[in-house]
């Protein structure tokens, strides 16, 4: 079965600083993998995406991960953080083929930046 | 382009009274998902649906609830004599097809509250 884990309930940053929250994968295959970010009291918004080349991705907000099939880990990292990026953010991971319903998501990470 | 639509926001029941949760997809979108996400905790796959088909519920509780998706109309998640433990953030996610390179779009969720 497959499975996500981001080992670190919550981070908190400095603005400014970089930022990386961790994302490891269990999976019988390349899955796709997924980051979302949920705001307080609203829906998750998708950050960025891998299927399939270039393991390096480009999101929206400044965002990027690496898929490093080696160590089954999806990493989101931003070089430089603004206090608006302050959100729980979730990995999820779905099936390489077919069904999109089934996508496995970690337990969040909770990103508080101070100022 | 309005996307995913769920209504209400918030909704408040007392123990054994039933709760119906609306869901309308993006335009175009006729893949709907339903997901629970419990206090600190990440989002856990309810049912999957296409228009008048339950195409995956595998992560519906056998009792007390339903889901529908009618040719007409938005997507309804049922809760028969809810239970306190029903209490929790229910969000709806549609997507253009069923391809594993259709992302997810999400709702910003219905909080039900057990009383």
């Known amino acids: 079965a497959q499975s996500v884990t981001q080992p670190d309930i919550h981070i908190t940053v400095s603005e400014g600083a970089s930022l990386e929250l961790r994302c490891n994968y269990s999976y019988g295959a390349t899955p796709y993998l997924f980051w979302y970010v949920q705001s307080p009291g609203q829906g998750l918004q998708l950050l960025l995406k891998y299927f399939s080349g270039d393991t390096l991705v480009q999101g929206i907000k400044g965002f990027e991960a690496e898929f490093k099939r080696s160590q089954s880990s999806f990493n989101l990292r931003k070089p430089s953080v603004h206090w608006s990026d302050a959100a729980e953010y979730f990995c999820?991971?779905?099936?390489?083929?077919?069904?999109?319903?089934?996508?496995?998501f970690g337990t969040g990470t909770r990103l508080q930046v101070t100022l | 382009n309005a996307g995913v639509m769920q209504n209400p926001r918030h909704l408040v029941r007392r123990r054994g009274q039933e709760a119906r949760l609306r869901c309308s997809p993006m335009?175009?979108?006729?893949?709907v998902y339903w997901y629970r996400q419990l206090p600190e905790e990440g989002l856990k796959f309810m049912v999957y649906l296409q228009k008048e088909n339950i195409i995956d519920e595998s992560g519906m509780p056998k009792e007390r609830f339903s889901a529908e998706f009618p040719k007409e109309g938005p997507s309804i998640l049922r809760i028969q004599q809810v239970v306190r433990g029903d209490s929790a953030a229910y969000f709806c996610?549609?997507?253009?097809?069923?391809?594993?390179?259709?992302?997810?779009?999400f709702g910003n969720g219905t909080r039900l509250t057990v009383t």
């Open positions: 999820a991971v779905g099936p390489p083929a077919g069904t999109a319903s089934k996508l496995t």
């Open positions: 996610a549609s997507s253009a097809t069923v391809a594993g390179d259709s992302p997810l779009h």
């Open positions: 335009k175009g979108h006729s893949h």
